[in-house]
Nanobody, 126 residues
Framework: QVQLVESGGGLVQAGGSLRLACAASGVTLDYYAIGWSRQAPGKAREGVSCFSGGDGRSYYADSVKGRATIAVDNVKNTVYLLVNNLKPEDTAVYYC???????????????????WGKGTPVTVSS
């Protein structure tokens, strides 16, 4: 049974940094794509970043490119998202998500996630 548990959300001032963690169980990260999506109030969910366990490639949304880094700790089976220079528009609930590589396409890395955590809220104050 796949379980994804997020942590690290909270209230941060604009310009600050945040590190989110996703503890994964029931998955072997080498065989999964795992990453982060977010949903701001009144907006659709959007992909933020994804890591492909197959080839180690990372993917980022344009909105966070250059400010975000995704990292995987295979020993702890945990995925991290570090976001620097936070902006008020980064305010959202951040969700960890994963997909079996056999059912995931790097061309559309932000869709097709089969497993989701419950989310952790992030609020960036201006």
């Amino acid at each position: 049974q796949v379980q994804l548990v997020e942590s690290g959300g909270g209230l941060v001032q604009a310009g600050g940094s945040l590190r989110l963690a996703c503890a994964a169980s029931g998955v072997t990260l080498d065989y999964y794509a795992i990453g982060w999506s977010r949903q701001a109030p009144g907006k659709a969910r959007e992909g933020v970043s994804c890591f492909s366990g197959g080839d180690g490639r990372s993917y980022y949304a344009d909105s966070v490119k250059g400010r975000a880094t995704i990292a995987v700790d295979n020993v702890k089976n945990t995925v991290y998202l570090l976001v620097n220079n936070l902006k008020p528009e980064d305010t959202a609930v951040y969700y960890c998500a994963a997909a079996d590589l056999a059912n995931w396409s790097p061309s559309f890395w932000y869709v097709g996630m089969a497993y989701w955590g419950k989310g952790t809220p992030v609020t960036v104050s201006s």
